[in-house]
């Protein structure tokens, strides 16, 4: 999904995976493509945030992916 991402022509990317994917407890799976900026002015401008949720049948899983724009 990354370099998918990336071949868009895209700087960087980040998608962060949560819920219970295995067992009971919940726990998160983060994938980074290269450096991402959380703060400042550039976070405002251009990084496109976007969050989805997925229910399943027992269970809810969050995506949330960060893409800086070329």
Same mark, same amino acid.
């Given at each position: 999904? &990354? ?10 990317? /980040?998608? %962060?995976?949560? $819920?219970? &994917? @295995? $067992? ?7 994938? %980074?493509?290269?450096? %991402?900026?959380?703060? /400042? ?13 997925? &229910?399943?049948? @027992?269970? %809810? ?10």
């Amino acid at each position: 999904m &990354l370099w998918f991402i990336t071949e868009s022509r895209a700087k960087d990317c /980040e998608v %962060v995976v949560s $819920g219970k &994917l @295995q $067992g009971q407890r919940a726990k998160s799976m983060k994938s %980074v493509d290269s450096l %991402v900026v959380h703060s /400042e002015d550039p976070v405002n401008c251009d990084v496109d945030p976007a969050a989805c949720h997925v &229910l399943l049948r @027992q269970i %809810v899983l969050d995506i949330k992916m960060k893409i800086v724009l070329p």
